[in-house]
Every structure is written in C-alpha cells, then in structure tokens.
C-alpha cells in the first residue's frame, strides 16, 4: 500500500474498517504468530466477540472455536515454512447474524492428506456420532502436548454443530495452504 500522504492511510484505514462493518467482519488478523503474542491475540478476540450483541451460548461458542483455532495454528502450524504465508484468522458474522470462524495455516503435503481424511471422516459422523468419538477419544488415546488426544476439531465441530468447510490451496510441491471455515448455528441443542 503506498502512502505519499498521511491522510491517504487514514482514508485507506477508514474504508477497510467501513467494509470491515458491512461484511460483519469482528476480527481479521494475518500475521507471524508467536507463542509469546498467543496470549495477547486470543485476549483480543474474546473481549471482540463478547463485545457482540447476541446470545451468551453463541458468544461462548465463537470463543470457543476461535481459540482453538489459534492454538491449532500454534501446535500445528509449520513456522519455519521456506514460503512466507502468514497464518490467517478471521471471525465474523453472517448474513444471518451467525458468528463464523475461519483460519488458514501452511502444512506439509503429508499433514494435507491426514487432514483431508479426518476432516472428511467427522464431517460424515452426526451429533450423536461425535459426541461418541468425543467420549472414546478422552477415555482411549493418550494426551500430548503436541496433539491434545486429537480433540480440538471434534470439539470444534461439535460446538458448531455444523459440517466444517475446507481448502488447500497448493503453494508448491511440498506445501499448501490449508484454510477452514465453521460456521456456528445458533440452535439451542446441548451436546
């Protein structure tokens, strides 16, 4: 973005945080992320979403699902990636005032098969399925601290209650961009 003129940035600014508002966008953030600002980013998107005038259950559950996200693309994400992409978090609102978490980190060729095979794995279970799986999980698979049991996209779908959307998008042999989107409904059933 060239700026020859200090009001120029402030008018830039000024339209993306107008567009910002028309899209229901709370938050979009791309950038390194680093342990030591991990803290400082999901303080950041709890106070945006509490911020929001919906049901407390719905902002919990955005919450939720944010942070889980960015821990994902913490223990998950590649850091030292040889193409500099950035991670990528954006939380929002749809057209139907449903709040909407989507996050895009670089994995390795390898993690996009695994990926692709979990994800279409759980989005094929039902609510009753992956509360099952959720239960089996806790009680039968050991808890790391680089995997957490594999319970972060069980609980996120399950939270959710909505199927997960996927891409990857290649960036070269040996990488790709990795993005997903959940969008939260709004529905009243206790999991």
């Not at 953030?29 to 929001?52: A, M, W």
């Not at 719905?58 to 942070?67: G, L, Q, R, T, Y």
């Not at 319970?151 to 399950?158: E, N, S, T």
């Amino acid at each position: 973005m060239e700026v020859n003129h200090p009001y120029n940035l402030v008018e830039k600014i000024w339209n993306l945080e107008s567009l910002m508002r028309q899209s229901q966008l709370i938050l979009v953030r791309s950038c390194s992320l680093k342990k030591n600002n991990g803290q400082t980013i999901i303080k950041f998107v709890t106070d945006k979403i509490e911020k929001q005038n919906c049901d407390l259950k719905n902002k919990k559950k955005a919450i939720n699902i944010a942070i889980e996200s960015i821990q994902n693309i913490f223990s998950h994400g590649l850091h030292n990636c040889p193409i500099p992409v950035d991670p990528l978090l954006i939380v929002g609102r749809n057209e139907e005032n449903k709040f909407f978490v989507l996050t895009g980190n670089t994995v390795t060729l390898q993690h996009q098969q695994f990926l692709q095979s979990r994800l279409d794995y759980l989005n094929s279970l039902n609510q009753d399925e992956l509360r099952i799986l959720y239960r089996h999980t806790i009680v039968h698979l050991p808890f790391t601290d680089k995997n957490g049991a594999g319970l972060g996209l069980i609980d996120m779908i399950r939270k959710a209650q909505n199927r997960i959307d996927y891409h990857f998008t290649p960036l070269s042999d040996s990488f790709s961009f990795f993005s997903y989107k959940l969008s939260i409904n709004d529905n009243q059933v206790t999991l």
